[in-house]
């Protein structure tokens, strides 16, 4: 399974633009890349899934590049209520989903 | 249309003794996870159930840990001997898994364990 490396924690104010970015250096050509959203105490939640170039939900945005080694997920205009920990996965034929530490976005008014 | 589903929500439990946490997966989901969560820390991979494959065990930390999923659907954690560093949140989540690599988990609202 590709590992990812993404930033423990960020800081934000209400209506600017959040960009996280997560490093999957090993990811294999069958691997997509799932972004997850984790509230206290809930469950993560899925937001957004990709495998290249740019997706775009009503949550998000995935920038994918070419070689697929990163991604970014970007929120736009954030608010209070953005703030969670954010998850990136690779997942592929395996099934297994390894979380790691996640990405602490605080969000200040 | 009910999502997944977890029981108890919280569950305090003395040293030694044995505990089962309970799982319903979305109805029609093959797939289904066990995942356990301490206090400020990421997901931790415990068990995977697929169909009727065998199960991957490979997360489970010890021998205490065991799970069952009965009928292709509820799924029960149970762990034995019940330690303090058993205490966490144990998550469940369940996908409609297929081949291709999209597997969307829905994951449960946890069971928090605090263990005496």
């Known amino acids: 399974l590709a590992k990812t490396t993404q930033p423990i924690s960020m800081d934000s104010y209400e209506g600017q633009e959040v960009n996280i970015t997560c490093s999957h250096n090993?990811?294999?050509?069958?691997?997509?890349i799932t972004w997850y959203q984790q509230f206290p105490s809930q469950g993560p939640r899925f937001i957004i899934q990709?495998?290249?170039t740019k997706v775009t939900n009503e949550v998000a945005s995935l920038f994918i590049p070419a070689d697929r080694k990163s991604s970014t997920l970007s929120l736009p205009r954030v608010s209070l209520s953005d703030t969670a920990v954010y998850y990136c996965?690779?997942?592929?034929?395996?099934?297994?989903?390894?979380f790691g530490t996640g990405t602490r976005l605080q969000v200040f008014p | 249309g009910a999502g997944v589903s977890q029981s108890p929500s919280n569950k305090v439990t003395e040293k030694g003794k044995d505990v089962e946490l309970r799982c319903d997966p979305i109805?029609?989901?093959?797939?289904l996870y066990w995942y356990r969560q301490s206090l400020g820390q990421g997901l931790e991979f415990l068990i995977y159930?697929?169909?009727?494959?065998?199960?991957?065990k490979s997360g489970l930390p010890s021998d205490r840990f065991s799970a069952e999923r009965t009928g292709g659907s509820v799924s029960t954690l149970t762990i034995q001997r019940t330690q303090q560093e058993d205490s966490a949140v144990y998550l469940c989540?369940?996908?409609?898994?297929?081949?291709?690599?999209?597997?969307?988990?829905?994951f449960g609202p946890g069971t928090r364990l605090t263990v005496l």
């Open positions: 990709g495998y290249k």
């Open positions: 996965l690779v997942e592929g034929d395996t099934d297994k989903l390894i």
């Open positions: 989540a369940s996908s409609s898994w297929t081949s291709g690599g999209t597997d969307t988990q829905y």
């Open positions: 159930f697929q169909g009727n494959s065998a199960p991957d």
């Open positions: 109805s029609g989901h093959t797939a």
């Open positions: 090993n990811i294999a050509t069958n691997d997509y």
